[in-house]
């Protein structure tokens, strides 16, 4: 059978996709659950990067839009964790309440593991809802991961969230995509 080619290269055999997938589910999970310490601290690594770029109506032949270098999110380890921290003391106006979340994550492709780096594409649908609004809102896009390989299981070591949208209608981005 001839291998399978995604923008992530040759698919990875069942068993480490298997593996990605459930990772996937448990981070999915874990942000639902406002577990974002514990997201942070074991499932990325410090060389982490996080980015949401910013997005632009263009014609066809002008590409898919993303500008370069220009970011709603342009984050590491350390900004997250500083985030994190101030939303911990209790006085963070923009997720307290927290914002109640949800991640749905889809049609994960996982490509073949590479100097223990793995690139994973996945789409993503992001329901969140805040205090009493009785609007909520909804994400949708592509995330570009490349995870590593920690101890038997992996860590995310660069995230890169293409928004289908140009207006983000939100009163911030203090969540994790």
């Not at 480490?16 to 448990?26: K, Q, S």
């Not at 002008?62 to 984050?75: P, T």
């Not at 995870?147 to 981005?173: C, K, M, P, S």
Request: proline share 3%; aromatic share 8%; glycine share 6%.
């Amino acid at each position: 059978m001839e291998d399978l080619i995604s923008s992530v290269g040759p698919l990875a055999d069942a068993p480490l996709c298997e593996r990605v997938e459930n990772w996937m589910l448990v981070e999915a999970e874990m942000l639902d659950d406002l577990r974002e310490r514990e997201w942070l601290e074991n499932m990325t690594s410090k060389d982490l990067v996080y980015q949401l770029p910013l997005r632009v109506t263009v014609e066809r032949a002008r590409g898919k839009g993303f500008v370069e270098g220009a970011f709603h999110l342009d984050e590491n380890w350390g900004s997250l964790n500083s985030k994190l921290s101030q939303a911990e003391t209790g006085h963070s106006w923009a997720e307290d309440p927290p914002s109640r979340t949800r991640h749905f994550v889809t049609n994960i492709r996982v490509g073949q593991m590479r100097d223990g780096q793995i690139e994973v594409r996945s789409n993503l649908m992001l329901y969140r809802s805040r205090q009493d609004e009785i609007t909520p809102q909804i994400f949708s896009g592509e995330r570009h991961d490349v995870l590593v390989e920690f101890g038997n299981t992996f860590q995310l070591r660069r995230r890169v969230i293409y928004l289908d949208t140009t207006a983000l209608v939100t009163h911030n981005l203090a969540i994790i995509f």
